[in-house]
Nanobody, 127 residues
């Protein structure tokens, strides 16, 4: 049974930083591409960042480039999203997701690309 558990969210002031973690179980992480997504109230879920199963390919949406860093530690079955210079518009529930159906060099910001999802962790950026 594949499970993903996000953590690390919370309340942070604008300009602050958080590191989100996604711990996976039930499979070997190094075979899976990982995506981070977020969903703000009244908005659709959108891709934030992704990393291929090999770790050799990462991608970010434009609004996150230069601020967010995705990484993975396969030995710990964990993927991270380091978020810096946070803005109020980053406020959302953040989700991680996985798939084993992608080439090892590829990842996607399309939600339908992924098969397994975590429950989400709330990130609130506010003064």
């Amino acid at each position: 049974q594949v499970q993903l558990v996000e953590s690390g969210g919370g309340l942070v002031q604008p300009g602050g930083s958080l590191r989100l973690s996604c711990v996976v179980s039930g499979f070997t992480l190094d075979y899976y591409a990982i995506g981070w997504f977020r969903q703000a109230p009244g908005k659709e879920r959108e891709g934030v960042s992704c990393i291929s199963s090999s770790g050799g390919t990462t991608d970010y949406r434009d609004s996150m480039k230069g601020r967010f860093i995705i990484s993975r530690d396969n030995a710990k079955n964990t993927v991270y999203l380091q978020m810096n210079s946070l803005k109020p518009e980053d406020t959302a529930v953040y989700y991680c997701a996985t798939t084993d159906s992608a080439p090892d060099y590829y990842c996607s910001h399309e939600p339908s690309f992924y098969d397994n999802w975590g429950q989400g962790t709330q990130v609130t950026v506010s003064s």
